[in-house]
């Protein structure tokens, strides 16, 4: 995820809070693409991006 948030560089910073950071990035067939980034040592913060995958993927309704 490095190379397409070009480093997690602060011009592609989206947003940040409790949970961590969102970076916008951009893979190498054009397809732009959101990075949500943790903060280290934070586990709630870290289950919640977690539960937000599961919800996704499931298809459930938020």
Do not use: H, W
């Amino acid at each position: 995820m490095k190379k397409e948030t070009n480093n997690f560089s602060k011009d592609r910073l989206l947003g940040a809070g409790g949970y961590g950071e969102v970076y916008k990035g951009v893979l190498e067939d054009g397809t732009i693409i959101s990075v949500k980034c943790t903060k280290l040592g934070n586990t709630k913060s870290a289950d919640q991006v977690l539960n937000e995958v599961r919800i996704l993927v499931s298809g459930e309704p938020s």
